[in-house]
């Protein structure tokens, strides 16, 4: 049990760092129903991401014989090379140098519950957690744990996911008013360095996936 978990830490991670979904949330909590659009935006990433563990749960995370570890290697080395890929793009692709904030922020900035679920489900589908997502639960079905064990290993995917939304719905919750300086600046800062947080986000992984399918496949 213990060598499972420690194989899902890089994804526990890569799932809690999610620059759009925080932005997101702090951004509607700073709107008029704050609690509930954060908590609406929250609620639809995490439903895209239980509808992908309870797939890998019935398809065969749960059966120690259901899924080839071979098969799981290369799925988290597809995704570290597809990571690189889009890492070295957006490095080499020169800045926008549109003015203005980017679309999806001007969309949520009047949001309510209702809008912010549905930018919630379409920046989850778009999002490159997607995969990292994908990639826990192929180590899961690999691992040959028994059913208990898979299905609290996705629930700890599940929850380092919902701490984008958690930790600022709660800072929001415990310190009210005092929070939203604190919370505009962090989303202030992440808006102007979003580039460079994307491209670090998707080499540093790129590197890591890579490198760990290629010590499993050899």
Request: charged share 10%.
């Amino acid at each position: 049990m213990s060598e499972l978990f420690g194989q899902l830490v890089p994804e526990m991670i890569g799932l809690l760092i999610t620059p759009a979904a925080v932005v997101g949330c702090v951004l509607l909590l700073q709107s008029g129903n704050a609690v509930r659009n954060a908590f609406s935006f929250g609620a639809a990433f995490l439903l895209v991401y239980l509808q992908i563990g309870l797939a890998g749960l019935l398809g065969g995370a749960t059966d120690p014989h259901a899924t080839s570890t071979t098969v799981a290697h290369w799925v988290g080395f597809l995704v570290g090379l597809m990571f690189l890929a889009i890492g070295a793009v957006l490095l080499l692709r020169h800045p926008s140098r549109a003015p203005g904030k980017p679309r999806w922020i001007t969309e949520l900035e009047s949001a309510g519950p209702r809008r912010a679920f549905a930018a919630g489900l379409v920046l989850a589908v778009l999002n490159p957690n997607l995969f990292i997502m994908l990639s826990g639960i192929s180590v899961i079905a690999q691992s040959g744990s028994g059913p208990a064990v898979s299905i609290f290993a996705t629930g700890l995917l599940l929850l380092a996911a919902a701490l984008d939304f958690l930790i600022p719905i709660g800072m929001y919750v415990l310190m009210g008013d005092r929070a939203r300086s604190g919370l505009g600046a962090a989303k202030q800062w992440m808006v102007e360095h979003d580039r460079i947080l994307a491209v670090c986000v998707f080499v540093g992984f790129g590197l890591l996936f890579t490198g760990r399918g290629l010590a499993a496949l050899r």
